[in-house]
């Protein structure tokens, strides 16, 4: 600490963020009443490539962590397992503390362990919110944004937001990852996207909900179909149908099945997909009913192409969709604007009151 004293004129950007996240490891530290760890961590301030050094360290836990093996995490830093094993080995002596157990051929974290490996994740957000704030000073709309969310919601309404928000913003790079509703927790939880939105109501208490609103489930047919002049339809109803649903590691298929539980009704399946293409296909076509939300069928709908009919069921009547992130993580602001440009999107689509 004494040479950034003495040396104002040569303090890195690294150096600056790490006597932040100091800052926050002695709150971090103290709170978890670790302070050996703490003390340790005091003791790799002086050097600059020290403070290098012991970040590629945490980062080698984080990584072997989080895909089980250090031989899986060498491949993804592209450096050998024995570096691997060695950095980590190196990091335990410098904390005085075991950071994984030896005797499991998967990578299984001690208590020790689990607490550094928050810590990287906590000086990795707070350094990427650093810069990305820095950039937004300088008047510069630029930064990269990563948000998970479901295929089928990417439709021409959603579309059509991104092309304003890209032309207020062209400097801003995003990138969407699509995946179902336990990839897009999966990837919040792990930092690997900033925000994600899915067709659900998540219970995991890591996760904060920015925003849920009622997206019921509903039958959709053809025009030509006997439902489609109907008020509402039973699941009793829909038992005398052949269905198109998606498999049961989609959300919706399992919301479905809480249906048919709770009111001990059987449907019958007659066509199983991934593709939400082919189950509108499926009903457009007369073949049958699919059970799906007005957001993953806007055009077909508005077209008169097909017709949605609400369910009775508590269980299918109440699903939503939410705009997740992680709790506690603070956003940097080009991913704020993003957030806030989706939640308005999504009240004006969604918002049935």
């Known amino acids: 600490m004494n040479s950034l004293r003495t040396r104002p004129n040569r303090v890195s950007v690294a150096q600056l963020i790490w006597v932040y996240c100091l800052a926050d490891a002695r709150m971090w530290f103290q709170v978890t009443r670790h302070e050996p760890c703490l003390n340790a961590?005091?003791?790799?301030?002086?050097?600059?490539?020290?403070?290098?050094?012991?970040?590629?360290?945490?980062?080698?836990?984080?990584e072997s962590s989080r895909l089980g093996t250090m031989r899986a995490a060498s491949e993804k830093l592209e450096v050998e397992p024995s570096t691997i094993s060695r950095q980590i080995a190196r990091l335990e002596d410098t904390l005085g503390i075991e950071l994984i157990e030896r005797s499991r051929r998967k990578i299984q974290l001690t208590e020790a362990g689990r607490l550094s490996v928050d810590y990287f994740r906590e000086i990795r957000t707070a350094e990427e919110t650093y810069l990305s704030n820095i950039e937004d000073l300088k008047s510069v709309k630029s930064g990269q944004v990563v948000v998970s969310l479901g295929d089928a919601m990417i439709n021409e309404s959603f579309q059509a937001m991104l092309d304003h928000f890209l032309d207020e913003n062209p400097n801003l790079k995003v990138t969407f990852r699509v995946g179902g509703a336990s990839q897009i927790i999966s990837s919040v939880l792990e930092d690997e996207s900033h925000f994600g939105a899915i067709f659900h109501v998540t219970t995991e208490p890591r996760i904060s909900i920015r925003l849920s609103l009622p997206q019921p489930l509903q039958a959709i047919v053809s025009p030509a179909h006997s439902f489609a002049q109907r008020k509402s339809v039973t699941l009793d109803d829909l038992s005398q149908e052949p269905l198109a649903l998606p498999p049961e590691s989609f959300q919706l298929r399992r919301i479905v099945q809480q249906a048919e539980r709770e009111q001990e009704v059987f449907l019958d399946c007659a066509l199983e997909s991934e593709s939400f293409a082919l189950l509108a296909w499926f009903a457009r076509s007369g073949h049958g009913v699919t059970i799906l939300n007005d957001a993953l069928l806007?055009?077909?709908?508005?077209?008169?192409?097909?017709?949605?009919?609400?369910?009775?069921?508590?269980?299918?009547?109440s699903s939503r969709i939410s705009l997740i992130s992680r709790a506690g993580r603070k956003l940097p602001l080009v991913?704020?604007?993003?957030?806030?440009?989706?939640?308005?999107y999504f009240k004006q689509s969604f918002d049935l009151d």
């Open 41 to 62: 961590f005091v003791a790799m301030l002086p050097l600059e490539s020290s403070l290098v050094s012991r970040r590629n360290q945490l980062r080698y836990l984080y």
């Open 298 to 317: 806007e055009n077909e709908l508005r077209s008169g192409k097909l017709i949605a009919v609400p369910i009775e069921s508590s269980v299918l009547g």
């Open 335 to 344: 991913a704020q604007r993003l957030l806030i440009h989706m939640e308005r």
